[in-house]
Nanobody
Framework: QVQLVESGGGLVQTGGSLRLTCAAS????????MAWFRQAPGKEREFVSG????????LYADSVKGRFSISRDNAKNAVYLQMNGLKPEDTSIYYC?????????????????WGQGTQVTVSP
């Protein structure tokens, strides 16, 4: 069973930056797709960005295009989400997710593996 562990959340002012890290616990098994979702209080969990590990192909939600960047580190078995130009509306719990598929799903129910989440708060 793969465990995903997020880190890097925190409190930042509007316009600031944070980098989230998602580390997969198993070095012998890694999901084909790694993605980031977020969920604000009272709202549904929404897709932020995803990466196909084998090719490095990426996908972004329109709301974060040009501000967020997803990347991978093969040696560390980790995925990163670099968040720049943060806005108060980016405030959420951010979750790392993994799935074995050939395309990047944007629906939470399509993902089998989840991390525990890390809080990101952007102050006005």
């Amino acid at each position: 069973q793969v465990q995903l562990v997020e880190s890097g959340g925190g409190l930042v002012q509007t316009g600031g930056s944070l980098r989230l890290t998602c580390a997969a616990s198993s070095h012998t098994f890694r999901p084909f797709i790694m993605a980031w979702f977020r969920q604000a209080p009272g709202k549904e969990r929404e897709f932020v960005s995803g990466l196909l590990w084998s090719t490095g192909n990426t996908l972004y939600a329109d709301s974060v295009k040009g501000r967020f960047s997803i990347s991978r580190d093969n040696a560390k078995n980790a995925v990163y989400l670099q968040m720049n130009g943060l806005k108060p509306e980016d405030t959420s719990i951010y979750y790392c997710a993994g799935q074995n598929s050939a395309i990047i799903p944007t629906t939470p129910s399509m993902y089998r593996f989840w991390g525990q989440g890390t809080q990101v708060t952007v102050s006005p």
